[in-house]
């Protein structure tokens, strides 16, 4: 592992990025038990970072990530980005009272917001599409991860309490 090829526009944007998305995270209210934020927090990360090496590098070599085909710090500053959205990404499902009805919008709006970042990803150069991949491509990958997410959640609610105080689940 390499701290980073050149230390310019994408490793700012990443810091910049993190700084914000921890601060948010510090900031909001503490809707869930701490056994389950972490939990939803390594959730975030894990789906993000399984998803990344599988099209990203690994198996499906779509595109580059940041300056060099070696991981570097910033790869894992890249990484550490997800958990905190995985977790905005539950929180916001519980604010918003997110049910059958409206969970196809939420999922869709989330994925927009996906691609919106990975759209800003790719004109700052930290993802490098290769071998033909199109931003579009994953528009199905975020349904499927955010979607994978709120049955995951649903799983955790019906068997754990998850809320920190008396609120109930719907």
Known sequence: ?????????????????????????????????????????VWGFTIGVFFDFTIGGGLIDFYLLNDSNKYGLNDVCYYLAFAPFGYFFVYFYEVFHINRATFIWYVTVWALIGIGLH?????????????????LYSFPVFLTTQTMTVLYYQLIKSKHKVFKNTEQPN
């Not at 503490?30 to 939803?40: A, G, S, Y």
Request: aromatic share 18%.
């Open 119 to 135: 759209w800003i990803f790719i004109l700052i150069d930290i993802v490098n599409p290769k071998n033909g991949y199109q931003l």
């Open 1 to 41: 592992m390499i701290l980073w090829e050149a230390f310019d526009k994408n490793e700012i944007f990443i810091l910049i990025l993190n700084i914000l998305a921890y601060g948010v995270f510090f900031l909001l209210p503490k809707k869930f038990t701490r056994d389950i934020i972490i939990l939803l927090l």
